[in-house]
């Protein structure tokens, strides 16, 4: 069971914008670390989508972008694409565990 | 940047795997670089992590005691040595770097990933 949350799926229809949430604990998100985003598209290893909360990796387009207040953090996708669907994970640090923690991932389906 | 992965293996509960990551593209010695592994159908764990300089180690709790961190500067390469495997470390692991040389709470993500490598343990 993780220490953060996330809904099992989400969907949107292409051009439309979708929302993962991501929810902690005063022990991770509460606490000031930084929330970072991956995406997994099938059968690929993850990729870094989003760091510091709100930052984008060089190649990663303006349409994704990321946000947090409190206890939980948000991925947000505009004009969504096809390429899109996959998995998303969100990934922070608890200093109760003393541990890199990850969401359960959030399947992303464009319908 | 490029990490390329290795040794993974099915065995049976009890025994004993090393698996290889060895990188290229970067300055070594200024990354730390973690392990995290996937379960099949399931979400991503972080297992492991060392830091840059290889003097600080770290483990997550469901493998402290069993698994070991080294790497090796001399040819850019970071091992996972697991030992004592149980049927629930089955998964694909991946060798990830951190932009950083230590793992820092407060900024640790992870930006370059192998393509990960199979452990499979049962009877």
């Known amino acids: 069971q993780s220490v953060m949350t996330q809904p099992p799926s989400v969907s949107g229809d292409p051009g439309q914008k979708v929302t993962i949430s991501c929810t902690g604990s005063s022990s991770n998100i509460g606490a000031g670390y930084g929330v970072h985003w991956y995406q997994q598209l099938p059968g690929r290893a993850p990729k870094l989508v989003m760091f510091g909360n709100s930052r984008r990796p060089s190649g990663v387009p303006d349409r994704f972008s990321g946000s947090n207040s409190g206890t939980s953090a948000s991925l947000a996708i505009t004009g969504l694409q096809a390429e899109d669907e996959a998995d998303y994970y969100c990934?922070?640090?608890?200093?109760?565990?003393?541990?890199?923690?990850f969401g359960g991932g959030t399947k992303l389906t464009v319908l | 940047v490029q990490l390329l992965q290795s040794g993974g293996d099915w065995v049976q509960p009890g025994a004993s795997l090393r698996l290889s990551c060895a990188t290229s593209g970067f300055t070594f010695t200024s990354h730390a670089i973690s392990w995290v592994r996937q379960a099949p159908g399931k979400g991503l764990e972080w297992v492991s992590g060392i830091s840059g300089g290889g003097g600080t180690k770290y483990y997550g709790d469901s493998v402290r005691g069993r698994f070991a961190v080294s790497r090796d500067d001399s040819n850019s390469t970071v091992y996972l040595q697991m030992n004592s495997l149980r049927v629930e470390d089955t998964a694909v692991y991946y060798c990830?770097?951190?932009?950083?040389?230590?793992?820092?709470?407060?900024?640790?993500?992870?930006?370059?990933w192998g393509h990960g490598t199979l452990v499979t343990v049962s009877s």
């Open positions: 990934q922070s640090y608890d200093n109760g565990l003393r541990e890199v923690v």
């Open positions: 990830a770097r951190v932009p950083h040389v230590i793992i820092v709470p407060a900024s640790t993500n992870f930006d370059h």
